[in-house]
């Protein structure tokens, strides 16, 4: 990301010194006046209040049509490389924050009574679960019909997946985490000591850092939009809001119809796509966790697998609705049909296959990047435009629709920003999903065992499902196997 914000840079340092000031710039006067008719673009302090706002937009006294478009391209491009790089700073923001309240309840959870031991039930009043029946015969062995119903009963429980995160606080994901650190020691003989937030924040930096790499495609659907909407300022002979005339394209945004309902369009696409990766992520995640379940009578808590594992519930379950199933096949290059699941993990990806990771990553990119764009262009051409007309009283452009354009745009805009607000728990949830049950990261795993001096044992073969439970503890058979896997601890 650096690398494109210093590009960026040094284009506009060669602007300044080698053609607005330097020996390249009566050329440059020259094609213009040849091709476009040579235009006089000042920048006056009584035509445009908010020019100290845009200095590097203002600092020519005398500047050719086609320079003064290259300075639009280039600034604009600018401010959407460097939004970018605060909204990626926000989104490391707001994962950091996560990682440190999952190690404060983490902490907590280790030992909740003070022990020296977690225990599920402990686990299970923190997270305030609901209790059921578990144990439908009362014979003391849970088998894998029980399981499967106790399963069907705490998926009929759960509501929107969408709702559940909104309203999600941070001990809820913490509880989370919890509950996949406890699936974890009990399949792959980890530690007590294991810490679950480590392993996270790991998968969260590696994935971040691709967030943050723009490359030159990136900027190649930035094109189209601007072109369209910087319609309007071409036809009244205005380069940008930067030109001496910007205000006779006032008002025209709004009244001129096509790009209205272009921008609405453009609008409804991006909630719609914001929307369905929050939605995506959100319900693949639920289906991938562990299931926390409290008996009826006292510590008769037990961690069921996740719901992905029974059939009845996974055959049920549609991640690719409707049409997004054709988007999805569309952007993977055939999807499912090309690309098919390797695992039950992959089969919840719906039709996009085993191209889920690479294509999902890319869309949470490329959304927040458009988002970031839209939001630079209705400010800085439209909304900053409009509100310095209204300030200085201008007679130019179309006057009576000024205020419902800055009302539309700045709907518009807010939209925008709500968006973005849900792309640090998207991204979330991503990482969730690509780094439990079968996108486990074993190399991982064995890392930071090895950091926290300790050595993984190989996991232990658990049988399909019979578990018993005893004396009030959970999962006894799987406890078994790992028991005889001893944890070699060196100080």
């Known amino acids: 990301m650096l690398a494109e914000v210093g590009g960026l840079g040094f284009i506009g340092l060669f602007l300044s010194v080698v053609v607005t000031g330097g020996p390249l710039g009566n050329f440059i006067g020259d094609i213009s006046e040849e091709f476009l008719g040579d235009e006089e673009l000042v920048g006056h302090q009584d035509r445009f209040p908010l020019q100290d706002l845009l200095p590097t937009l203002f600092h020519l006294s005398r500047i050719s049509q086609l320079l003064e478009t290259f300075e639009f391209l280039h600034t604009f491009f600018f401010e959407v490389g460097i939004l970018f790089f605060v909204i990626a700073g926000l989104v490391v923001g707001a994962v950091l924050k996560e990682v440190s309240e999952l190690s404060k309840i983490s902490e907590l959870a280790l030992d909740a009574d003070g022990d020296g031991e977690v225990t599920l039930d402990e686990l299970a009043d923190g997270l305030d679960v609901e209790s059921m029946i578990i144990d439908l015969n009362g014979d003391g062995v849970i088998d894998e019909y029980e399981i499967a119903e106790a399963l069907k009963v705490v998926a009929s429980r759960q509501g929107s997946a969408v709702s559940s995160e909104l309203s999600m606080t941070d001990t809820d994901r913490a509880g989370e985490c919890l509950v996949i650190r406890e699936r974890m020691i009990e399949q792959r003989g980890l530690p007590e000591s294991f810490q679950i937030e480590d392993y996270f924040a790991e998968i969260f930096g590696q994935e971040l850092k691709k967030k943050v790499e723009l490359s030159p495609v990136t900027w190649i659907p930035l094109i189209p939009l601007i072109a369209i909407a910087n319609s309007v300022d071409l036809t009244r002979d205005v380069v940008s809001a930067a030109s001496s005339n910007a205000f006779d394209s006032c008002g025209f945004f709004y009244a001129t119809p096509w790009v209205l309902y272009s921008a609405v369009m453009l609008q409804v696409i991006s909630v719609t796509w914001s929307t369905y990766n929050f939605w995506k992520m959100a319900t693949v995640k639920r289906m991938l966790l562990p299931t926390l379940v409290k008996g009826s009578l006292p510590d008769e808590a037990m961690l069921l697998p996740p719901m992905y594992e029974d059939n009845e519930l996974k055959a049920k379950f549609d991640s690719s609705p409707s049409i997004f199933a054709s988007i999805e096949r569309f952007f993977s290059e055939g999807g499912a049909d090309t690309h098919p699941p390797r695992n039950k993990h992959e089969e919840l990806f719906g039709a996009v296959g085993s191209q889920f990771k690479q294509v999902f990553g890319d869309s949470i990119q490329f959304h927040t990047w458009m988002s970031v764009a839209l939001i630079t262009y209705s400010t800085t051409q439209i909304l900053l435009r ?106």
């Not at 959970?474 to 100080?491: D, R």
């Open 386 to 491: 409009d509100a310095s007309a209204l300030y200085s009283g201008t007679t130019s452009g179309n006057v009576d629709s000024i205020v419902p354009e800055m009302a539309v745009w700045g709907l518009f805009t807010a939209s925008n920003i709500f968006q973005l607000s849900l792309a640090p728990t998207t991204f979330l949830n991503y990482c969730f999903v690509i780094g439990v049950e079968e996108y486990t990261k074993n190399s991982l795993l064995e890392k930071l065992a090895f950091e926290a001096e300790c050595v993984v044992p190989k996991p232990p073969v658990l049988s399909n499902v019979a578990q018993v439970v005893e004396g009030g503890e959970a999962l006894a058979a799987v406890k078994e196997a790992t028991e005889e896997k001893e944890v070699v601890e060196t100080n």
